[in-house]
């Protein structure tokens, strides 16, 4: 394990040492590995770091507002790019292609942006286990396609390059970061497209938006666990006042896990799993029903795409 406090002080000095007088761009998302990228970097160059957050329409509710907010003290370029992932989206129905329609579209909007400030370096948050996962070339962003990037940069620095997960955490908290970051659950690179089966509209998206939001309410804090969402799993029958409906079903998952790799269901007191059923199906007029998963991975996958 590395020592937090050393590792700060050795990455700040290497990050001002490699950058010079330049200025450096990266994709900052608002997870551990980004956030902690940027506070080191903002510490070594202060405002020659531009990070730039693009909020492609398919982020959890008030992930916007609070990226603004946690580094609000850094120049932040906020791109709101969700008509144009939404339109790359229409009317695909297949995972991977999906997955690819929004690491092309992510890649782009990134490079538009990055050479509009005209930075020379890029930053990125790889750590080790990434490395392993995708050896040689430059991963403009693991997270979401792994295609690479149109710029010709003269450095890319990876700070975190040598550092596991459970360490960068414990760097989050030697920078002093919110508990919340330093803690923050996984969130798939194409966010919410994952977690709507087929197509992704915008009703879609709006639903399983405060779905999510409701599930991570009722179960992060008094769970605590590895993951948990909400996905739109399909359309089914439903009454709701005096008429029948035809609504939406939403799939809750709740997971333990290690690294992802495998994982189990939650076991979650039924009177919860009820409640939040209720809240759902209460909070949002168009959802008929709700079902929790109990599927082990494997066989199943976290997540629904
Ligand atoms: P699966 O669904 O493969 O997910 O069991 C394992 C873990 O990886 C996350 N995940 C992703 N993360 N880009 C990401 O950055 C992706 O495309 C992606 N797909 C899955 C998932 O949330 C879980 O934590």
Redesign the pocket.
Known sequence: MVNAEKFVEKAIAEIKTSVGSEKVVMALSG?VDSSVCAALAARAIGDRLIPIYIDTGLMRKGETERIKTLFGNIQLQVIDAGDEFLGALKGLTDPEAK?MAI?ERFIRVFEREAKKVGARCLLQGTIYPDRIESEGGIKSH????GMPLQIEFTKVIEPLRDLYKDEVRAVAGALGLPKEIQHR??????GLA?RVLGEVTREKVAVIREANWIAEDELVEKYQP??C?AALIGLGTGVKGDNRIHGWIVAIRAVN?RD??T?DPLNIPFEDLVRIGSRITAEIPSVARVVYDITA?PP??????
């Open positions: 997870g997955r690491g693991h997270n979401v396609g659950m996984p969130f798939p690179g194409p994952v590895w993951q969402f896990s992802g790799m994982a991975k199943a996958t976290i997540e629904y795409e």
